[in-house]
Nanobody
Framework: VQLVESGGGLVQPGGSLRLSCAAS????????VGWYRQAQGKQRELVAH???????NYGDSVKGRFAISRDNAKNTVFLQMNSLKPEDTAIYYC???????????WGQGTQVTVSS
């Protein structure tokens, strides 16, 4: 099983980024996927979550700015991040959790830095 995040980078405040989480080795359509982030010195927090059926929910700090979506045909989940703020700076991780077994897997993370 492998989850690979991509799309991170350096962006100015107010800018946008689109993260991708590509999965292999699992029946992706049977997994819920979450994006989490961990800023330096802080605990990991949930950013956005999408169920296997496509229901979504978001952390309070990103509501209205971020959007999570999935393409099961491509085994990929996306996180569109708009109106980025310096406090969005963190390593972003994706997590896939099986609907059937509750087993879950993590990616290696991708760095997002919001700075002028």
């Amino acid at each position: 099983v492998q989850l690979v995040e991509s799309g991170g980078g350096l962006v100015q405040p107010g800018g946008s980024l689109r993260l991708s989480c590509a999965a292999s080795g699992i029946i992706f359509s049977r997994y819920a996927v979450g994006w989490y982030r961990q800023a330096q010195g802080k605990q990991r927090e949930l950013v956005a979550h999408i169920s296997s059926s496509g229901s979504t929910n978001y952390g309070d700090s990103v509501k209205g700015r971020f959007a999570i979506s999935r393409d099961n045909a491509k085994n990929t989940v996306f996180l569109q991040m708009n109106s980025l703020k310096p406090e969005d700076t963190a390593i972003y991780y994706c997590n896939a959790r099986s609907d059937l077994t509750n087993l879950n897997y993590w990616g290696q993370g991708t760095q997002v830095t919001v700075s002028s």
